[in-house]
Every structure is written in structure tokens, then in C-alpha cells.
């Protein structure tokens, strides 16, 4: 129980997160379990430390896969699980998280013995190009989702970068379904992003389900004065689309 003293005091509060039971539960976990994580947490605060005002912020210190529940280790279904690293990262930056930390940065999950990337490395890699320090994170909805897709299937996110460049980041969790897909923007000044050549990072599998590497190519937005950007997504794969201030 939080004393009234300790709350009187309390700068922030610190989290762990272990998530997932089997591989096909994990890839729901970002979006199912991190809002409602913040959304509780900030009640239980309030409810305990009711002279406390404003929003305690919170960082996430230890967080990644529940590997006591399920084995994960290269090269089984690596690629889903990047893309839960990917999701959760954007998902922690939306709820606003202080900091972030994955459990383990030297083992087979980030940075293997030998350094090489792994698949957590390569989804906050992902993350890294959505949105840093200092930048403001905006809602993104699917304007036009793919028939194909189920809700939940298909994850977005975007952010307006410090310097109003912007960017967007969709997360599909589909093993066989391609996503042809038109993101809505809010917040997005009309004509004042779009259109204009950006970049493209797409951190997509090989060999059917394996992690494969992020790479980067120019894009053109293909809109006029909108709020929207389309964007063709492979399947198990994150993509994230740059475009700088026009």
C-alpha cells in the first residue's frame, strides 16, 4: 500500500512486462495488454495517492517475451516475434512511457554472441525510424483496411517528428495476407506533409516465417493535399514509411 508520504514523493513509477503463452497468443499481446496496463496502473495510483496530481509517468525497465511460458530462439518463428517487439515498442510510445528497456540485451533474443541483430534489436530498429525523443505520437487509423483482414490483424502507428517530418508504421501479423493499405492521419495538416519522397523500411521474413533483415528504399506518398498515405505491406512484416517536412 502507498503511504502518503511515499505518494507526496513519487516522481514516477516502474514496471515489468513478460508476455505471451504460445506463439500465436504473443502477437496479440502489444495491443491487448499495454493500454490496459497503463490505464490500470494510473488508477491504482490514483485511487491510492488521492492528494497526487497529473499522471505519474511510467517506465516499462524489463519487458519482452514470457520465454518461461514458451521457448524462443532463432530461427524458430523469429519473424513473430519482431514483430510483437516492433508493435510493443510503438504501443509504449503511445501510452506515453519514460523509458523502455528489453529484458536481455546479449543473448539470442536482441544481440546474439557474436552481436548479430536479432529480432528484438530489429524491431526497436523499427521503432527507432516511427518515432525518438521529443517526437509527438498521432492516432493512425485504417481508412481502408484490406477485406481480407480480421480486426487486430493489421496494427498502426504514427508520429509528427520534431522538425514535422512524420512517419508511419504499420505492423501486419498475417502469415500469408499482403496488406494493401490507406492510413488516416490525425492531426495531419492537410497539403502540409504530402505528397513528397520519403523512405521506406521494411523489416520482412525469409524463408517463410524466419527473420529477415530491415531495409530501407525511397517512396512517394502518392497523395495530394490529404491526410493519407498508402501502403503495401508484406505479410509478417513491419513497415515504416518517412516522410520528411515539405
Given at each position: 500500500m502507498l503511504s502518503a508520504?511515499?505518494?507526496?514523493?513519487?516522481?514516477?513509477?516502474?514496471?515489468?512486462?513478460?508476455?505471451?503463452?504460445?506463439?500465436?497468443?504473443?502477437?496479440?499481446?502489444?495491443?491487448?495488454?499495454?493500454?490496459?496496463?497503463?490505464?490500470?496502473?494510473?488508477?491504482?495510483?490514483?485511487?491510492?495517492?488521492?492528494?497526487?496530481?497529473?499522471?505519474?509517468?511510467?517506465?516499462?525497465?524489463?519487458?519482452?517475451?514470457?520465454?518461461?511460458n514458451f521457448k524462443i530462439m532463432p530461427p524458430a518463428s523469429t519473424q513473430l516475434v519482431g514483430l510483437f517487439a516492433a508493435d510493443s515498442y510503438a504501443q509504449f510510445m503511445e501510452q506515453g512511457a519514460i523509458h523502455t528497456d528489453w529484458l536481455e540485451l546479449h543473448n539470442d533474443s536482441y544481440l546474439g554472441e557474436t552481436d548479430m541483430a536479432q529480432w528484438g534489436y530489429k524491431g526497436q530498429q523499427m521503432a527507432g525510424y516511427l518515432a525518438n525523443g521529443g517526437d509527438a505520437m498521432v492516432t493512425a487509423t485504417l481508412e481502408t483496411p484490406p477485406a481480407a483482414f480480421a480486426s487486430g490483424v493489421l496494427q498502426t502507428h504514427a508520429a509528427k517528428h520534431a522538425d514535422g517530418s512524420l512517419s508511419v508504421m504499420v505492423v501486419n501479423t498475417s502469415p500469408t495476407e499482403i496488406a494493401a493499405a490507406t492510413v488516416k492521419i490525425t492531426g495531419l495538416t492537410a497539403g502540409s506533409n504530402l505528397p513528397c519522397v520519403g523512405t521506406r523500411y521494411t523489416y520482412a521474413p525469409v524463408n517463410g516465417d524466419n527473420a529477415g533483415t530491415v531495409t530501407a528504399a525511397p517512396i512517394f506518398s502518392g497523395n495530394d493535399a490529404t491526410n493519407q498515405v498508402s501502403v503495401q505491406v508484406p505479410a509478417y512484416s513491419v513497415v515504416v514509411v518517412a516522410f520528411p517536412k515539405s
Open positions: 508520504a511515499t505518494c507526496s514523493a513519487m516522481d514516477f513509477g516502474v514496471n515489468h512486462w513478460y508476455a505471451g503463452s504460445s506463439f500465436a497468443d504473443l502477437i496479440t499481446r502489444p495491443h491487448t495488454d499495454i493500454p490496459k496496463m497503463f490505464s490500470d496502473l494510473a488508477a491504482k495510483v490514483k485511487a491510492r495517492c488521492t492528494t497526487k496530481t497529473g499522471t505519474i509517468p511510467l517506465a516499462v525497465t524489463e519487458w519482452g517475451p514470457n520465454t518461461l
